[in-house]
């Protein structure tokens, strides 16, 4: 079992910066890749970034590269998100994510390949 705890949601101006943690427990082997989704009212849930437990393989949404950084601290067994220049558009729930795998077939930004979720942290950017 994998227990996720996101922090570091809040409201900010548009262009500001936040930088969501994910502190995680339970067993590191069912913790191969982890990962940030979001989800906006009346959408659905979409990946941000994902990252492998060696830091190697790192994807990004089209929509968030550039602005936003995904890094982890195996030691400590957090996983973070920087992102810097705030849209609108970024508002979301923030999701933390974790699976003993990797996704299939490439399927880094699919929910459904991710076995264990946080309950999430809300982010609210204003223009």
């Known amino acids: 079992q994998v227990q996720l705890v996101e922090s570091g949601g809040g409201a900010v101006q548009a262009g500001g910066s936040l930088r969501l943690s994910c502190a995680a427990s339970?067993?590191?082997?069912?913790?191969?890749?982890m990962g940030w989704f979001r989800q906006a009212p009346g959408k659905e849930r979409e990946g941000v970034a994902t990252?492998?437990?060696?830091?190697?393989?790192?994807y990004y949404a089209d929509s968030v590269k550039g602005r936003f950084t995904i890094s982890q601290n195996n030691a400590k067994s957090m996983l973070y998100l920087q992102m810097n220049g705030l849209k609108p558009e970024d508002t979301a729930m923030y999701y933390c994510?974790?699976?003993?795998?990797?996704?299939?077939?490439?399927?880094?930004?699919?929910?459904?390949?991710?076995?264990?979720w946080g309950q999430g942290t809300q982010v609210t950017v204003s223009s």
């Open positions: 994510a974790a699976d003993s795998v990797a996704p299939y077939g490439g399927r880094w930004n699919a929910p459904d390949e991710y076995k264990y």
């Open positions: 339970g067993s590191i082997y069912s913790r191969y890749f």
């Open positions: 990252i492998n437990a060696g830091g190697d393989l790192i």
